[in-house]
Structures are given as structure tokens and as C-alpha cells.
């Protein structure tokens, strides 16, 4: 069974960068063919896809986001973590880390994520 947590800090100020951490068990992030991702969903407002990592370290970014999102993984802790620069109080939201198998239509239809995190809020104070 494959579980993932999210981890990192509950609030932030405007402008400082966001940091956080999905900690995956009971698979690898770099064996099978699967997208491992970072979406958001703010109050009031559907899921966002913020950006992806796959099993081989390539990273894809919504094209919103990809001047302000960074993410990265570390493979000896089984880890992905998500930046985010600059934010604002609009970037206040739950944040998941998902995964979804490499035959998923595209990595912003989140029917095809198999398996979620439980999420960790986010604010942003002005």
C-alpha cells in the first residue's frame, strides 16, 4: 500500500518562499512508471495542478506557477519537495502530493491520481 505525507510549515508571510515535503512509503519514487505531483486547492476554488515530478526526474510545471515553483526529490529518503517563491495570500490553500500512473491523459485530470496524500494547510499572511 502506498501512502504519502505531507510535511512543512502552516504559515508563511507574503513574499518568503514556500517549502514542502512528501515523504512516500510503500513504493519508490524512481522505479515503475509513474508522475508524482504537487496540486493545491484554495477556499472556494476546484483543484490546481502546480507541477510534477516523474520516476525519472523530469519535472513539468503549470504554466502559471513555472516561474515561482521548484520541485526536487531526494531519492535516499524516498522524498519530493515542492518551492514556491514569493507568495502571496492568494497561494493560501490545502496542499497534496499525489501520484498517478504514467498512463494518465494528462497530469491536471485528477481522476487518474491512484493515491493521494491526506494535505497540509497553507496560509499566507500579508
Known amino acids: 500500500q502506498v501512502q504519502l505525507q505531507e510535511s512543512g510549515p502552516g504559515l508563511v508571510k507574503a513574499s518568503q518562499t514556500i517549502s514542502l515535503t512528501c515523504t512516500v512509503s510503500g513504493g519508490s519514487i524512481t522505479t515503475g512508471y509513474y508522475y508524482w505531483s504537487w496540486i493545491r486547492q484554495s477556499p472556494g476554488k476546484g483543484r490546481e495542478w502546480i507541477g510534477t515530478?516523474?520516476?525519472?526526474?523530469?519535472?513539468y510545471y503549470s504554466p502559471s506557477l513555472i516561474s515561482r515553483a521548484s520541485i526536487s526529490r531526494d531519492t535516499s529518503k524516498n522524498q519530493y519537495t515542492l518551492q514556491l517563491s514569493s507568495v502571496v495570500p492568494e497561494d493560501t490553500a490545502v496542499y497534496y502530493c499525489?501520484?498517478?500512473?504514467?498512463?494518465?491523459?494528462?497530469?491536471?485530470?485528477?481522476?487518474?491520481?491512484?493515491?493521494w496524500g491526506q494535505g497540509t494547510q497553507v496560509t499566507v499572511s500579508s
Open positions: 499525489a501520484r498517478a500512473p504514467i498512463t494518465a491523459a494528462t497530469l491536471d485530470r485528477f481522476e487518474d491520481y491512484d493515491y
Open positions: 515530478i516523474a520516476y525519472s526526474g523530469t519535472d
